[in-house]
């Protein structure tokens, strides 16, 4: 428990941010297994419609400090290659 008035108000920010930042890492995480679950479906109209919708749900969690910019950049890449050899795979 905080015992100073300035530790008070800090503790109250920091459970917001934490709530927000939560809430965008919860999203940005739900938009992923979303684009995993079309990949592995095989869906193929749905990965490629997806997957800007996604790598923009990532680039707006780094904005906002949800994700640290190394990570964001390493999702990314993550789904680019997942996406690219299911593309190549489908011909």
């Known amino acids: ?7 008070k108000r800090q503790l109250k920010i920091s459970l917001k941010r934490r709530a927000r930042n939560k809430a965008v890492r919860s999203r940005t995480k739900t938009f992923m297994k979303k684009l995993k679950k079309a990949i592995e479906a095989g869906d193929k109209d749905a ?6 919708r996604v790598m923009g749900e990532i680039d707006r969690a780094v904005k906002k400090g949800a994700f640290h910019e190394n990570k964001g950049n390493r999702y990314k890449s ?14």
């Open 78 to 91: 993550k789904l680019s290659k997942l996406l690219n050899a299911f593309l190549k795979a489908q011909g």
């Open 1 to 7: 428990m905080p015992n100073t008035r300035s530790a």
């Open 47 to 52: 990965a490629v419609a997806l997957y800007p």
